[in-house]
């Protein structure tokens, strides 16, 4: 399975719940489908954007 057939299943599967990723995700995945980012660039993406801070 491609990159590219993989996150159009998995967006997809996203839309059947009524959602849509943001516009900054969808950025990242047409990066990964065409070879410019990895998977995990796109994780650290998502880590830091969505890190839970704690109390210190």
Known sequence: M???VAWDYAIGM????GLEPT???KKYI???KTGEATTED???YL???YKVK???
């Open 30 to 32: 047409e990066l990964e």
């Open 2 to 4: 491609t990159a590219e």
């Open 47 to 49: 880590d830091k954007k």
């Open 54 to 56: 704690k109390d210190a």
């Open 23 to 25: 516009e900054d995700f």
């Open 42 to 44: 796109l994780k650290k």
């Open 14 to 17: 996203i839309k059947v719940d």
